[in-house]
């Protein structure tokens, strides 16, 4: 390995009070530029070393407070200026409700960010390389001995003078311990290979994933929002019914909605004897009937009932209902007639509504009676 | 009652045998330089079985939704948040012992501090798998978080669920923190003395350029220190905000303002249960038991003796306000818990909370390894049912007797109970293969002779 | 480390102008609390329920730190014990502070009145518990037994300072266990019967819990303060900043802790928003007690809070001394808040309330000088005295 120039002397001890005793003694020889190195905290040492108390807690102080501040004010913006929302019937602002995350905030923030600080700031991370590391120095110190490095720009510092102050206090293994000149030498870190390896890597890895979540995933089941179900759709075939077809007529009972039983089909007289008008012949009743009539069946019977439509003269011939027969019905036989139809008339069953079959029948009779008007009805 | 005489005047040593620091970094290094044996293989085809059973019926509860547990109403939580509280809970007793045992000066803590703390992160672990399992879309547990989203909604802050969100994180996150904050002065320890070349370059890349500096070390305290003043009110903390998701509701049975303190005291207590017995196995395996002594062992048990206690007070103020209260609603909970349909599991739990850990006052039981093994044991069946019984109970008979009905878990919920034990121990079992499992320097600072005397 | 304290007996005593004082203060605290009640008996007999609860606290505070010490095997907490031990020795006058009461229950308990009872349904289905014979059986039983275990505990020690045995630990150690169980019933029951009650319609299960909390802080600050001027007076010299930081760190903890629990009740009552809980809350937040309730949030935790907070505060004799006074001022302020609500419209503030806080500080001083006088400052018998005196943290 090249070595650099001189970083620092370093000794070697085997008890914690010979190093405390060290400690005190080369600060009181006036080095300020050297370290202690111990493989545990040693009681008394900051002392030894007249080190000021670390400032780490200001920091801690600060990111606590910075974490309540944060959540308190994002909780209250939330539910007080953008959303408000009435939860429980409480007020829009509810503190007490604030306290348990405010309190984890804080703790989040306060903690973790101390622990970055020491690392970033008095770590000095990510310059964590140093020449004590791999060192017969630091094997030592790192298991079961005290050592202590005397650095070369120390303003005291003269090798021969420091190796004889540490043999002094009974330090062994006394070493010099040089800067490694590769380190010192190295290149900008910005490019080194293997972090622009690193960087290449990231970059595939996440955007394979992303492509994987969007363009994959979200279409997978069950993560694809429901966008395919297990129900059956229009027109779509299915393996549960034997014929395949996901498509069914109504099961055999099935009825109408507003469906009313009629009992008369195929009876007229019946119908005539036992059903009655329901409807009184108001002028918007009998307005109805006109326009249903007029719409169902003037094309056969004619506008005015007369049976003179443009069928006039075919057979059969759509009978006049003006007649004498027609005349003496009961209102429920012509009912019966419309629903159930007669001859080579169809049943208007399923076109015309009951109601609106009454309000025909209602306007039939006033066409037959102004068809056969009588004097008295002038008066 | 033998008063046999106890010497009071020296103090009990924390470490046993006297051993030298470089006997500790070679006894606490072996397992992590040594091929597993064939006891470690086998238990670990054990639980990893458990965790795969387990991962299955996670796995299908995701793809297939809830309906394959047994949940329904009236009872909407069953063996998730059960086992959500459960293993929390477990994962107190890691914070208690770093944390406030650190504030609390006690040196005993340093055998097992360390391991104490990954068995919370791990507990955090599988406790966390819970709340995410028993939503409806498991894949969006984003919506749990404040982001902005085209909604323009917000979730709610006023619900307990959500303050559970930020606790567990939090606690997860500072724990995890907390832990590796200890574990770097031993990581650059096992840099220096590995010969791998791999392994050299994990430890150097995770110890962070640690080089025992003294410079650092007062950072390092001030930091550990500030962590541990943190940590601590965070366990508390988060099991109270736990106990809030039953304690702001109108049930009876869960309404009830003693929950946080009584909580929390049954999380220590059941954390407790679980580290000793999982120590008991670990100080054997790996020739650990001059660091994690009998008297470990004994201090925990009379932890045990303390929450235990505190849990009885705590069942016992519940019953009598019950009564005191008039009301006919809180009155029947309690009696229904103690004679309906689950008395069963009732009465599990307070054989096994109440009169289990009071054997523990013998001191013949507080220093029997297979005495306390079986306490433990049924420590951490009792603390299950306990919250097996809140829950459940509560739910399934509340105010309106139609609305009434049972609660049977279904072989997936049971799956996946086993699984998260088998996650647990899975972890367990690779952490102390990867990581030393006692904290290397403290126990180096703690043995006689490791502080100068004072002049 | 060398023992500084002599291995014979360690005899003081406070000076006559204290004693002189505290005669004084304990006069008027009787001329204005036996005025008090002649002139409005209900309000007197509430600031009497005050007085006697945060004696009880205070003692029974003091009695939970010697047992706890024992069980916990503490060893910084040795060369001050003693402290404790005294203010133990109020213990029997708890329940003689309470003998005005017994003539008065009627005035504050509405669970006394036989009508009242027999028309609410809450309150007669809680009379098996709230009537005044089980009532005071509870009081005389709950009493008898702190005040055996005090005597016990401090019979125990003061023993050993003749016979050096260490087999006296190891008993009181045993007694320590016993006592735990029954200290947390029998403050319970204090806390239930006498404040709880006040308000019979009302429930909750921490409240034992939050008295403890404010008995443990009442036990350690009494302490506290009167360690800290002992050691300024030379009369424990033995100790260090270490055991001061100890003292500290237990205030700080316990602030928090009744923090904690404090707002664990209020939070629960307050987010289910049942009105037969919240109208106690409500009572402490109409008629003026809203300010007396913001007032105890400050006073309470915030100032003791940030007062405690770094390292240093925790071990500075001249902060401790001041938060000690100020916490137990705080505690009464805490009692006094559970108490006088129940007075009805508004905050009772005069001379009135002044009588029985310093009937109290008479009482204590008097009873700390006459202990002082008569019993050993150091347990120079235990064997753990050593290892006490040089704790370092």
């Known amino acids: 390995m090249n070595e650099g120039p001189l970083h620092s002397i370093t000794a070697l001890f085997d008890t914690p009070d010979e190093i405390i005793r060290a400690a005190e003694e080369v600060s009181r020889a006036g080095y300020t530029r050297y370290d202690v190195n111990t493989p545990y905290p040693v009681r008394g040492m900051d002392k030894a070393m007249r080190l000021r108390q670390s400032r780490l807690g200001i920091f801690t102080l600060i990111f606590g407070l910075l974490g309540t501040i944060t959540a308190v004010g994002f909780m209250t913006w939330v539910t007080l200026v953008d959303y408000r929302l009435v939860i429980g019937g409480k007020p829009f602002w509810t503190w007490p409700a604030f306290v348990p995350i405010a309190f984890e905030v804080t703790v989040l923030l306060a903690s973790v960010l101390t622990a970055v600080t020491m690392i970033v700031l008095y770590f000095k991370f990510p310059n964590i390389s140093h020449p004590l590391h791999d060192t017969p120095y630091m094997k030592q110190v790192s298991s079961d001995k005290f050592g202590i490095s005397i650095q070369a720009n120390d303003p005291k510092f003269d090798e021969a003078a420091v190796r004889q102050l540490l043999r002094s206090l009974g330090g062994k293994e006394i070493a010099p311990i040089y800067f490694d000149a590769e380190g010192l030498s190295h290149g900008q870190r910005l490019f080194d290979p293997k972090f622009l390896g690193a960087l290449v890597l990231t970059a595939i890895v996440v955007s394979g994933a992303t492509y994987f979540s969007f363009n994959k995933l979200l279409f997978m089941q069950p993560f694809s929002w429901m966008s395919e179900q297990n129900k059956l759709k229009a027109q779509m075939p299915s393996d549960f019914f034997k014929d395949g077809i996901g498509m069914r007529p109504p099961v055999e009972g099935t009825v109408d909605r507003g469906f009313l039983p009629y009992p008369f089909k195929g009876k007229p007289e019946e119908a005539g004897r036992n059903l009655v008008n329901p409807l009184l012949p108001t002028p918007a009743v009998l307005a109805r009937g006109k326009a249903k009539f007029l719409t169902f069946c003037s094309p056969c019977h004619g506008n005015f009932a007369r049976g003179d439509s443009r069928l006039q003269g075919q057979f059969p011939n759509p009978p006049t209902l003006h007649s004498d027969k027609v005349r003496n019905w009961p209102d429920g036989n012509i009912y019966s007639v419309i629903t159930d139809g007669q001859n080579v008339m169809p049943s208007y069953a399923s076109q015309i509504s009951r109601e609106d079959r009454w309000a025909i029948i209602l306007y039939i009779r006033a066409l037959q009676r102004a068809q056969n008007a009588k004097e008295s009805d002038f008066k | ?455 | 480390m060398s023992n500084p304290l002599p291995a014979e007996a360690v005899r003081k005593e406070l000076p006559a102008k204290v004693t002189r004082l505290a005669w004084i203060l304990f006069v008027l605290g009787v001329v204005f609390s036996g005025a008090g009640y002649l002139l409005d008996a209900k309000r007197s007999a509430l600031n009497n329920i005050v007085g006697f609860m945060f004696l009880a606290s205070l003692a029974s505070g003091s009695v939970f730190l010697v047992a706890l010490e024992y069980l916990a095997g503490a060893v910084w907490s040795v060369p001050m014990r003693r402290v404790s031990e005294f203010l133990a020795g109020l213990m029997p006058f708890v329940p003689l502070l309470a003998i005005p009461l017994l003539f008065h229950l009627r005035d504050v308990f509405q669970w006394t009145h036989a009508g009242t009872v027999a028309s609410d349904n809450v309150l007669a289905s809680k009379s098996s518990y709230l009537n005044v014979g089980f009532f005071i059986a509870r009081f005389i039983g709950v009493f008898l037994v702190l005040n055996l275990f005090c005597f016990l505990f401090t019979r125990n020690s003061k023993k050993q300072d003749v016979t050096r045995d260490p087999r006296l630990t190891t008993i009181n150690v045993r007694l320590a266990a016993v006592f735990m169980p029954v200290f947390a019933f029998a403050l319970t029951i204090v806390a239930v019967d006498w404040a709880m009650s006040l308000e019979a319609h009302w429930y909750s299960t921490i409240f034992g819990v939050y008295y403890f909390a404010g008995t443990v802080l009442a036990g350690l600050a009494a302490a506290t303060y009167i360690i800290v001027r002992f050691h300024e007076s030379g009369f424990l010299p033995g100790l260090r900043r270490d055991h001061f930081y100890s003292l500290g760190a237990l205030l700080f903890a316990f602030i928090n802790f009744w923090a904690y629990i404090a707002f664990s009740q209020f939070l629960l009552i307050w987010y289910a928003n049942l009105p037969e809980e919240t109208f106690w809350f409500l009572n402490r937040w109409r008629d003026g007690w809203e300010y007396v309730s913001i007032l105890l949030i400050i006073v309470h935790f915030v100032v003791p809070y940030f007062a405690l907070l770094t390292q240093d505060s925790k071990m500075d004799p001249k902060r401790l001394k001041l938060m000690s006074l100020w916490i137990l001022f705080a505690h009464l302020l805490d009692i006094y808040w559970l108490v006088m609500p129940s007075y009805g419209g508004g905050v009772p503030l005069s001379w009135m309330e002044i009588g029985f806080p310093i009937l109290l500080v008479g009482l204590v001083m008097i009873v700390l000088s006459f202990k002082l006088k008569r019993n050993n400052l150091v347990p120079i018998g235990d064997p753990k005295l050593d290892r006490g005196l040089s704790f370092r943290l």
């Open chain 2, 1 to 455: 009652m033998s008063t046999a005489a106890i010497d009071y005047t020296q103090e009990i040593p924390v470490v046993e045998g006297k051993p030298k620091a470089a006997e500790i970094d070679a006894t606490v290094a072996a397992p992590l330089d040594e091929f597993p044996k064939r006891a470690w293989w086998i238990t670990f085809a054990v639980t990893a079985s458990m965790l795969a059973f387990g991962a299955y019926c996670a796995f299908m509860t995701v793809f297939e939704g809830l309906g394959l547990w047994g949940i329904n109403i009236p009872v909407a939580w069953g063996f998730d948040i059960t086992n959500f509280v459960f293993w929390i809970g477990i994962g107190h007793a890691g914070t208690l012992i770093s944390a406030i045992l650190f504030l609390l000066r006690q040196h005993w803590r340093t055998g097992v501090a360390r391991f104490a703390e990954a068995m919370t992160i791990f507990a955090v672990i599988c406790a966390g798998v819970f709340p995410i399992l028993h939503l409806g879309r498991p894949w969006l547990p984003l919506y749990l978080t404040p982001y902005p989203n085209q909604h323009g909604i917000w979730i709610n802050f006023m619900s307990p669920l959500v303050w559970d969100v930020f606790a567990v994180s939090t606690y997860f996150t500072v724990s995890l923190v907390f832990w590796y904050t200890g574990l770097i002065p031993d990581l650059a320890t096992l840099r220096d003395r590995t010969t791998g070349k791999v392994k050299k370059t994990i430890y150097s890349i995770f110890s962070l350029g640690w080089r025992h500096s003294n410079r650092h070390w007062r950072h390092y305290e001030r930091a550990y220190l500030i962590l541990a003043g943190f940590a601590t009110p965070l366990v508390l903390s988060v099991h109270t905000i736990v106990s809030f998701d039953f304690a702001v509701s109108v049930l009876p049975g869960w309404h009830s303002t003693i929950f946080p303190p009584y909580f929390v005291a049954g999380a220590v207590f059941s954390g407790f249960a679980m580290v000793q017995n999982v120590l008991i196995f670990v100080r054997q395996s790996f020739k650990l038991k001059h660091f994690i002594t009998l008297n470990h062992l004994e201090k925990m048990n009379q932890i045990m003796i303390v929450t235990g206690s505190m849990v009885a007070y705590a069942y016992l103020m519940e019953f009598f306000i019950a009564w005191y209260s008039g009301n006919e609603f809180e009155r029947f909970a309690f009696i229904n818990r103690a004679l309906g349909p689950y008395a069963w599991a009732y009465w599990v739990m307070v054989c096994c909370n109440v009169l289990a850990p009071q054997l523990f006052w013998i001191k013949k039981i507080r220093r029997s390894i297979p005495a306390m093994f079986v306490i433990g044991v049924l420590v951490n069946v009792g603390m299950w049912f306990e919250r097996f019984v809140i829950i459940i109970t509560s739910l399934h008979r509340d105010f309106l007797p139609s609305s009434w009905g049972m609660y049977y878990p279904t072989i997936y919920d049971i799956g996946i109970l086993i699984g998260s034990f088998g996650l647990f121990f899975t972890l367990i079992l690779i952490f102390v293969r990867v990581l030393p499992v006692v904290s290397i320097f403290e126990t180096k600072a703690v043995t006689e002779g490791a502080q100068p005397g004072h002049h």
